[in-house]
C-alpha cells in the first residue's frame, strides 16, 4: 500500500472517530428544524389523510398544465413570442434603437438630467430587461451619473415591457377593441422615457446633473441578415422555454398550492376588486403582476372584444412595464447590482417606485383620455 493511501486511510478514520467521539458538538440548524418539521407533517399526512398529498399535486398539475402545454405548446402564444422577437431583434439590427436615442437623447439636455438615464429604458423598448441592466449600467457608471440618476434609469426602464411580445400582444388587443393605438403607444410607452426622469429628478432624486454623451453608444449589432433572423429565432424559443414557461410553471404551482387550500379565491378577489378600481382588467391584471404580461396580452387579445374598452388599455399600459414581480424584486436588483455603483436594495426600490408610478399611469391615462383614445 502506498504511502499516501495509508494518509488517506489515517484522514477518514480520524474524521469517523471525531463525529462518534462528539456526537453531541453538532447543533441543529435552522434549515434541519424546519425539514423535520417538514419530514413529521408529510408522515401525519400519509398516516391520517394519504389522499391529501395526491389532491395538492394533481392541483398543482392541473393549474399548471391548463397554461403551460395549452398556451404555450399547443397554442399559438409560443409561435407569437418567438415571432415577436424575431421582428424586434430585425429591427435593432436596422437602427431602430439607436434612431430612438439619437431622437431622445438630447432632449435630456433641456431636463438638466444625466442624458445616460434614458439609454436603459430606450433599450427595453423592444423588449430586453436583462440586456438593458447589463449595457446600460456600466455606462452611466463611465458616464459619472450619481446615484440618484442611476436610480431614476431604473425607474424609468421598468416603464417599458420586458417582452417585446408583450407589445405586439397588447396591439392585438387595442385593435380588437377600436383603440386608438397610436396615441396609447405614445402615452404609454415613448412619454414616460422622458416625463418619469423630470418628474423624479425634480422630486425624490435630485442629485442630478447636465451631462450630455459625448460619444453616443451604438447599440445596432454588426451581424449579417441571416444570422440576425436565425439568432433571434433561438433567443425567442429560449425566452419561451427556459424563462418564460418555467416562471409561469412556479407561479402556477404556488396557486394550485394556495387553490387547494382554499384561499387563493379570497386573495384573486382582493387584487381583482384593486384593479377594477384602477380601471385594469382584473384577469390579465393579476397574470402582469404575478406570472408574465406576456401571456397576459395573449389572453387579453382573445377576449379583447367582449371588454370593457378603458380595461383593455389599462391592462395594455400595466403590461408594457417591467412586470411581473418576480423581475422588479429579483432580476432587476440583481442585475443592476453587479452592474452599476446601486446596491440590489437601492435597485430594487427604485424598481418598485418605476411599477408604483406605472400603475398609477395606466389609472390617469384610462380615468381622463379614454374619449380620446376610444
Same mark, same amino acid.
Given at each position: ?150 436610480? %431614476?434609469?431604473?425607474? #424609468?426602464?421598468?416603464? @417599458?415591457?420586458?417582452?417585446?411580445? &408583450?407589445?405586439?400582444?397588447?396591439? *392585438? !388587443?387595442? /385593435? ?103 380601471? %385594469?382588467?382584473?384577469? #390579465?391584471?393579476?397574470? @402582469?403582476?404575478?406570472?408574465?404580461? &406576456?401571456?397576459?396580452?395573449?389572453? *387579453? !387579445?382573445? /377576449? ?71
Amino acid at each position: 500500500m502506498s504511502e499516501a493511501k495509508k494518509l488517506a486511510e489515517e484522514a477518514v478514520k480520524s474524521e469517523e472517530q471525531a463525529v462518534v467521539a462528539h456526537p453531541d458538538k453538532r447543533k441543529w440548524a435552522k434549515i434541519e428544524l424546519v425539514g423535520l418539521s417538514l419530514v413529521i407533517i408529510s408522515l401525519l399526512v400519509m398516516m391520517l389523510s394519504p389522499s391529501t398529498l395526491a389532491g395538492l399535486f394533481n392541483s398543482i398539475v392541473d393549474q399548471v398544465f391548463s397554461v403551460v402545454v395549452e398556451v404555450f405548446l399547443t397554442g399559438t402564444v409560443g409561435v407569437t413570442i418567438i415571432v415577436s422577437v424575431i421582428i424586434g431583434r430585425t429591427l435593432e439590427r436596422l437602427g431602430f434603437t439607436d434612431a430612438l436615442i439619437r431622437v431622445f437623447v438630447p432632449v435630456t439636455k433641456l431636463l438638466k438630467i444625466n442624458s445616460a438615464v434614458v439609454i436603459p429604458s430606450i433599450y427595453n423598448i423592444l423588449g430586453d430587461i436583462n440586456a438593458a441592466g447589463k449595457i446600460a449600467g456600466p455606462i452611466l457608471v463611465k458616464s459619472g451619473a450619481t446615484k440618484d440618476e442611476q436610480k %431614476i434609469a431604473v425607474a #424609468t426602464m421598468v416603464q @417599458s415591457q420586458q417582452s417585446f411580445s &408583450t407589445f405586439m400582444l397588447g396591439m *392585438l !388587443a387595442l /385593435t380588437a377593441v377600436g383603440a386608438n393605438a397610436f396615441v396609447v403607444v405614445v402615452l404609454a410607452v415613448f412619454l414616460p422615457v422622458l416625463v418619469v426622469p423630470f418628474l423624479l429628478s425634480k422630486t425624490i432624486y435630485r442629485d442630478t446633473k447636465a451631462v450630455q454623451l459625448e460619444n453616443l453608444p451604438r447599440f445596432t449589432p454588426k451581424t449579417g441578415a441571416l444570422p440576425t433572423v436565425f439568432n433571434a429565432a433561438r433567443e425567442g424559443a429560449e425566452l419561451v422555454f427556459l424563462l418564460i414557461i418555467p416562471a409561469v410553471a412556479v407561479v402556477f404551482a404556488m396557486i394550485g398550492v394556495l387553490d387547494y387550500i382554499g384561499i387563493w379565491t379570497t386573495i384573486e378577489s382582493g387584487l381583482s376588486s384593486v384593479l377594477l378600481a384602477l380601471n %385594469i382588467e382584473p384577469e #390579465t391584471g393579476i397574470l @402582469s403582476i404575478l406570472a408574465t404580461p &406576456t401571456l397576459a396580452m395573449a389572453q *387579453l !387579445a382573445e /377576449t379583447a372584444a367582449s371588454i370593457d374598452p378603458r380595461l383593455v388599455i389599462g391592462s395594455f399600459v400595466l403590461a408594457s412595464s417591467g412586470l411581473p414581480l418576480s423581475t422588479v424584486l429579483g432580476q432587476v436588483p440583481v442585475i443592476w447590482g453587479a452592474n452599476s455603483d446601486l446596491s440590489e436594495k437601492e435597485a430594487m426600490g427604485a424598481a418598485v417606485l418605476g411599477i408604483t408610478m406605472r400603475i398609477i399611469t395606466a389609472f390617469l391615462i384610462v380615468y381622463f383620455l379614454t374619449p380620446i383614445l376610444v
